[in-house]
């Protein structure tokens, strides 16, 4: 008699404990912030590297078809991504939070995005909320040793308290000047 075994690898875990920890710090101190810190440089044309801390700098550009050299993701492709990490991160902690193990996690994220100002370089006479994207729509998929309903409700919660997802949903007070 042959017997079929079936064996299940998980994602890489994070530390609960941490994870439990840090949750305890944000309880203290709801109002509490920390600060994200980069600086940019631009190459020439549309190319840039954007340093953050001790890590190899991420390179934007712009296609071709936009004037740029088409040599790294654009601009609105690095928020997309920034958000895919923020919404991965965020289902991750709180599958770890529920002690469920995730064996699958995959994000697909489009964007539909207004750029016909050209960036107020002659382009159409547009209002801020009539430029930037419009519209996001993002895919899941998630495995792990949790029925879809749960995992939906894991993926529904991290969606709600994402930092990323919250800061594209939410106007944000912004200031812009020259370095003194």
């Given at each position: 008699m042959n017997k079929t075994e079936t064996?299940?690898?998980?994602l890489r875990p994070i530390d609960r404990d941490g994870l439990l920890e840090f949750g305890n710090k944000g309880c203290s101190n709801p109002d509490g912030y920390g600060t994200n810190k980069v600086h940019t440089v631009c190459e020439g044309q549309y190319r840039t590297l954007s340093y953050v801390g001790d890590h190899a700098p991420v390179v934007v550009d712009e296609p071709l078809h936009l004037f740029g050299q088409n040599t790294a993701p654009a601009p609105g492709e690095i928020?997309?991504?920034a958000l895919g990490g923020c919404l991965a991160v965020g289902i991750t902690a709180v599958a770890t939070y529920r002690n469920v193990k995730l064996s699958k996690?995959?994000?697909w994220i489009e964007g539909d995005?207004?750029?016909t100002a050209a960036w107020g370089a002659g382009g159409a006479d547009r209002e801020p909320e009539?430029?930037?994207f419009q519209k996001?729509?993002?895919k899941i998929a998630v495995e792990g040793d949790a029925?879809?309903?749960e995992l939906d409700e894991i993926v529904q919660h991290a969606n709600y308290f994402s930092p990323v997802a919250n800061s594209m949903r939410n106007p944000i007070p912004m200031t812009?000047?020259?370095v003194d």
């Open positions: 064996v299940t690898s998980y928020v997309l991504s996690l995959e994000l995005i207004s750029n009539q430029m930037g996001i729509r993002v029925s879809r309903e812009i000047g020259l």
